[in-house]
């Protein structure tokens, strides 16, 4: 158990019994807080070390950022590892499961890939392995890995783009390390897989979108394209959230859902304005609705809702694959990444006539 004692203005003594049982002390120069803050942590070092457990990462990376002076007492103490070695104690299992915790408010399919690259990290390395062990030797040999890691669901290896993806989620892992000072360079930046073509973007003109637009069998697809590039809205998530009460006519106003960014405060929802080409498309749908139909997208995409109504997960609502297929069958080529490169079309439009920062306020992403 230690004990703080005032010193004078923003000086405070912490005593404590080191691991031989000597009385030993501490002199900090900070505010109240800080110093109730490090004492407690100080006690959770020392019952650590009296049980022979390992600093857990929230407890290393607290002595991390420690005032170099204090971190080379403790460590000459033998209660932290010297300032050059602090990281050195960490395993990766123990730091993923720290950044797992800290993962908790994202959205879920955010969590998911991180699960998923959590995995593939511990079959390589294991949970055991220290993090600052890991050289960029290492990081080399697990992007050939991931070339052909199997699926966390169902027989195969990754996609190309799947792999990269999680790679790139490796390389963010390994950057919060480097920020909490556990290691001193990321052995994973630069690194990405050589052969995957990163640009699939389209510009899809408003003539292209309407000829799309013709070839949909019914009214539900019709609008579904016209949402996403007359309107900017995310497909699979916010179209299929879209219901009338977030339609306001009246207004020329749409109050778009954001599945993807509710887990943030006020990002719940984004106000669109009821653009002119896109205006036509909902008309027809309100039109065209059963009596009580809660959703603008009706009937005729429902099997792509129940899909998401069954594990709630919205990656397995993917309405692009059959959307290229209506397109081949009415004799147009696909274009890749066909709902994303519609709402990115939107996007480039919008900034052609109003402020960046609008633009973005509207589909809902940053600059």
């Not at 403790?74 to 209660?79: E, F, K, P, Q, S």
């Not at 932290?80 to 720290?98: A, C, H, M, S």
């Not at 080399?140 to 027989?155: C, D, H, M, Q």
């Not at 179209?239 to 509710?262: A, C, N």
């Amino acid at each position: 158990m230690a004990t703080m004692t005032h010193r004078g203005h923003k000086r405070w003594q912490i005593q404590f019994l080191d691991l031989q049982g000597q009385r030993r002390s501490i002199t900090l120069r900070c505010a109240y807080d800080a110093a109730r803050d490090f004492k407690g942590n100080l006690e959770k070092v020392l019952e650590h070390h009296r049980v022979g457990a390992a600093l857990p990462p929230q407890l290393a990376q607290w002595a991390a950022g420690l005032d170099a002076s204090v971190r080379k007492k403790l460590a000459n103490m033998g209660l932290i590892p010297p300032p050059d070695d602090v990281g050195k104690g960490i395993t990766l299992g123990q730091w993923l499961e720290r950044e797992h915790n800290m993962r908790r408010q994202q959205s879920r399919s955010s969590r998911l890939v991180f699960k998923e690259t959590r995995r593939h990290l511990l079959d390589f390395f294991g949970p055991d392995r220290p993090l600052a062990s890991i050289t960029r030797g290492d990081a080399r040999e697990f992007v050939e890995y991931i070339k052909t890691a199997p699926k966390l669901i169902g027989g195969g290896t990754l996609a190309a783009y799947t792999a990269a993806r999680r790679l790139r989620e490796v390389r963010r892992i390994f950057q919060q390390a480097v920020e909490h000072e556990l290691l001193t360079r990321n052995p994973f930046q630069g690194l990405t897989l050589p052969g995957v073509i990163q640009d699939r973007t389209a510009y899809i003109s408003p003539e292209q979108t309407r000829l799309a637009i013709e070839a949909m069998p019914n009214v539900d697809w019709r609008t579904l394209v016209a949402l996403v590039r007359f309107g900017g809205l995310r497909c699979p998530s916010e179209v299929f959230s879209l219901r009338w009460e977030h339609v306001r006519f009246d207004q020329g106003l749409l109050y778009v859902p954001q599945p993807k960014l509710e887990h943030l405060p006020g990002k719940e929802r984004r106000v669109v304005p009821l653009f002119a080409n896109l205006r036509p498309y909902l008309q027809e749908a309100w039109e065209t609705a059963e009596p009580g139909q809660e959703y603008v997208l009706g009937r005729g995409l429902e099997s792509y809702r129940q899909a998401y109504d069954k594990r709630q997960d919205w990656r397995d609502v993917n309405p692009a694959t059959q959307f290229e297929r209506l397109l081949c069958k009415a004799g147009l080529k696909p274009w890749k990444k066909p709902f994303h490169n519609l709402r990115a079309s939107c996007e480039n439009d919008l900034v052609e006539h109003f402020p960046l920062h609008v633009a973005c306020s509207w589909i809902g992403n940053s600059a």
